[in-house]
C-alpha cells in the first residue's frame, strides 16, 4: 500500500465571532464572542507523486471578503516544490471560494470533485443568495472550462483516486462535500475540509452556519465519528480551525505535516 505524507498549508486568517460561524448560535444558550478562522489546503507526497487538495482563495476572492493572506497558495506550492506544469491531480472538495480560487495555477492538472457538487453550482439555484455568497462567478466558470477540456473527474459517493486516497462524498455544508482518507506512516488521516470547519463543530454536534443540508450536516458528523472510533481514521483535520497547525507539530505559523516523507 502506497503510503502518504499530508502537508497542511495554512494561507490565511481572520477573526470573527462565534454567531456568524455557528448555525442559530443563540440557541445553545451561550454568550457570542470572539473566535478565529484560518483557511487551509493540502499537499499529498507519496512516491513519486503529489496530489494537492483544493487550491485556497484566490487574491480578489480574499479582498471581497476581507480576508488576510499570510502566504499566496502559489508561493507555498512553489516553496514545498510542488510542480505545477507537471499537472498533479487536484481535489476540489467543494467549490467554495476559498477551495477553488487558483484552479488555474493548474492548467494541465485533472480536476476530482463530486458529480453533486459539480451539477448544483453549474445547476439553477446556485445563484440564490444565501448560497451564492460562497462563490465566486468566474471560478465557476473555469470549472466549467476545465470540464470542457476533458479534465473533469466527477465521481458519485466515492472514488479511489490512487492507492492509499480515497474519496468520500458526505455532502451537508455543500451538496457535494467531499472528504479525503489518506494512508499515511503514521495512520490514516482524514482531511475533513468543510465537512468539519472546527474541532468544537465536530465534537458538539455544532453545525456551521453555511449549510446546503442540515440533516447531511449531522450525519456527516456521525459518520466521521464512527471512522474515528473504529479506528478507520486516526488524525481527524478541519478545514478552518486555528489549533490545527500545532496540534499536528506546525512551529512556522504555515506548514505542519503528517506522517514521513516517502
Given at each position: 500500500m502506497q503510503r502518504w505524507q499530508v502537508v497542511i498549508?495554512?494561507?490565511g486568517?481572520?477573526?470573527?465571532?462565534?454567531?456568524?460561524?455557528?448555525l442559530n448560535h443563540h440557541l445553545?444558550?451561550?454568550?457570542?464572542?470572539p473566535i478565529?478562522?484560518?483557511?487551509?489546503?493540502w499537499v499529498l507526497r507519496g512516491t513519486g507523486r503529489t496530489i494537492v487538495v483544493d487550491t485556497g482563495f484566490s487574491a480578489a476572492g480574499g479582498a471581497n471578503r476581507k480576508r488576510t493572506t499570510l502566504i499566496e497558495p502559489a508561493a507555498a506550492l512553489d516553496a514545498l516544490g510542488v510542480d505545477r506544469a507537471a499537472g498533479p491531480p487536484v481535489v476540489v472538495t467543494h467549490a467554495h471560494y476559498d477551495h477553488i480560487g487558483n484552479l488555474g495555477l493548474f492548467p494541465m492538472s485533472p480536476v476530482s470533485i463530486a458529480r453533486a457538487e459539480y451539477d448544483f453550482w453549474t445547476g439553477p439555484y446556485a445563484n440564490r443568495t444565501l448560497l451564492h455568497h460562497s462563490v465566486e462567478d468566474d471560478e465557476i466558470a473555469?470549472?466549467?472550462?476545465?470540464?470542457?477540456?476533458g479534465r473533469l473527474r466527477p465521481f458519485a459517493d466515492e472514488a479511489v483516486l490512487a492507492p492509499g486516497v480515497r474519496l468520500i462524498r458526505l455532502g451537508g455544508h455543500t451538496p457535494g462535500q467531499t472528504?479525503?482518507?489518506v494512508d499515511t506512516s503514521a495512520g490514516p488521516v482524514l482531511l475533513a475540509s468543510d465537512a468539519v470547519h472546527y474541532y468544537e463543530e465536530y465534537q458538539r454536534s455544532m453545525p456551521f452556519t453555511q449549510v446546503a443540508n442540515l440533516i447531511d450536516m449531522y450525519a456527516g458528523f456521525e459518520r466521521i465519528r464512527g471512522m474515528v472510533d473504529s479506528g478507520e481514521v486516526?488524525?481527524?483535520v478541519p478545514g478552518h480551525d486555528p489549533a490545527t497547525l500545532a496540534r499536528f507539530g506546525g512551529t512556522d505559523g504555515t506548514y505542519a505535516t503528517i506522517g514521513e516523507a516517502p
Open positions: 498549508v495554512r494561507y486568517t481572520r477573526q470573527t465571532v462565534r454567531s456568524d460561524v455557528y445553545y444558550g451561550e454568550p457570542d464572542g478565529g478562522m484560518d483557511y487551509f489546503f473555469h470549472l466549467r472550462q476545465v470540464e470542457s477540456e472528504v479525503v482518507l486516526r488524525y481527524l
